[in-house]
């Protein structure tokens, strides 16, 4: 039996490292909207929501999706794991989520649905592109039943698992995990920068809003463009949240 599939994408507007990142405008569009058009592409996935804050900053993400008529869920900021499965709660009939963070504005949509389909027939809980990731960052794509987000959302208990919503599962769970035959793992297509924005300008606008990750990596090697940004390193954020889990131990449970 077909199995249904939402995809839930994580927004907020208070990046630290570039505030409002996810509505800067590329050739009239947001990034979002940018992401949003390539996720319709794909063939495996039924329904898009966009879960964000219930902060007052958040409320431009929500006027969007008021005006692209995008549905969408306001929940808490740092416990991301709830906010997820709060949405999932308000979006019921599915089968399986599937993840994407709005720093992905490129997305491919053949990668998500080769994600989803490995995900599929290996009949596991979780599944991914990033354990370990051999696509450039910014194609992250996760896949999860319900009933293991569930399972999530009452086990995890570090700061890092609510924050990032998979790594219990990625720990805990049996999982998949979809491999390029070659590793573009040092290729950097997310923003959190500035210099990402200058990127990611550049590819939508020289190579078009619906290029292929290849066609992508191909203008990035042929106009020698890796040095805009490739200072930074992968999943910067994931170490930060470690850092949070040590500093938290230290101080002990709470009284």
Known sequence: MKTKNICIIQARMGSKRLPGKVLLKVKGKTLLEHQLNRLKHSKLIEKVVIATTELDES???VQFCHQMKIPFFRGSENDVLDRYYQC??????????VRVTSDCP???????????ALFLSSKVKYGSNCYPPTFPDGLDTEVFTVKA????????ALYSEREHVTFYME???SKSNLESEVDYSDYRMTIDYLADFELIKRLITEVGPLASFSE???HIDNHNLR????????????KMAFEMDKKMARMGPKK
């Open 59 to 61: 409320e431009p993400i």
């Open 106 to 116: 490129l997305i491919d949509p053949e990668i998500v649905d080769q994600t989803i």
């Open 171 to 173: 720990r805990n769970l």
């Open 216 to 218: 992508y990596v191909s």
């Open 149 to 156: 987000l569930r399972e999530t959302w009452k086990n995890a």
């Open 227 to 238: 040095s805009i940004n490739n200072v930074y390193q992968r999943n910067e954020g994931h």
């Open 88 to 97: 999932a709660q308000a979006f019921p009939g599915f089968d399986n989520i």
